[in-house]
């Protein structure tokens, strides 16, 4: 009776997990895009007045980002029991690294609120020049704390991935790309920090990874996990 438990259990948060992953990312890139459809290609006075005119757009961009990275948290744990039975140590290094990538991104969205609270000074003229307004932004802008979350993200999500590909739980082949597709994003952030002029390459580099994201978040949540009787019976035995 345990062992089924234990299974339902497992089960239950492997799509609770996928549900996540399609928050998580829905949120993410909601409030990616509100924040970026606010004065594009202006220059830092004028987006300033823009944001400034468009603050409650611009503030929900911030906060849908918010609830994005706080529920990573969820996705965290979720992912942790579902991959659990397979290495216990690994799924516990992919659930700290995805906790430490939430509170990274939370940091870096504090940052942002900060930087909000700069171009509203700016805009009004309050002291000092726009110049000196932005020059504070940039260094604000400047903390790394993107690149860093990401890469915090890129390494859970390898061990999640790799711990799917061993299981079985989902397609071999979807595993195969979210693991391929976390790899090709790691690398692509330590590049960044390492060369600033290849941040052109985001775009093509996200799409393995969002693939495997989209698709891995709607098969667990549909079709959830087919645990093999071998895995069962292996808790079993272990169990007893």
Do not use: H
Request: charged content about 10%.
């Amino acid at each position: 009776m345990t062992d089924r438990t234990d299974l339902d259990t497992q089960r239950a948060y492997a799509r609770f997990a996928g549900l996540m992953l399609l928050i998580v990312l829905g949120c993410s890139i909601a409030g990616l895009i509100v924040t970026s459809s606010v004065g594009p290609g202006l220059d830092f006075a004028d987006r300033s007045a823009q944001i400034v005119a468009s603050e409650p757009l611009f503030r929900l961009g911030l906060v849908l980002a918010l609830i994005g990275s706080l529920s990573t948290v969820l996705l965290a744990v979720a992912l942790y029991v579902t991959v659990r039975p397979v290495d216990r140590n690994l799924a516990l290094v992919g659930l700290l690294l995805r906790a430490c990538e939430s509170a990274i991104g939370g940091m870096g969205l504090a940052l942002s609120f900060g930087v909000l609270q700069l171009r509203a000074m700016a805009a009004a003229g309050d002291g000092l020049a726009v110049g000196e307004w932005q020059a504070f932004a940039d260094v604000l802008n400047g903390v790394a704390t993107a690149e860093v979350a990401a890469i915090f993200f890129s390494l859970g999500s390898i061990a999640f991935f790799y711990l799917f590909l061993r299981s079985r739980y989902i397609p071999r082949a979807l595993a195969a790309v979210g693991l391929f597709g976390s790899i090709c994003y790691a690398a692509l952030w330590i590049g960044i920090l390492l060369v600033p002029d290849a941040s052109w390459l985001v775009p093509y580099a996200s799409v393995p990874i969002l693939i495997a994201e989209v698709a891995g978040g709607l098969w667990l949540l549909v079709r959830g996990i087919e645990v093999p009787k071998s895995a069962v019976a292996d808790n079993a035995t272990v169990g007893s």
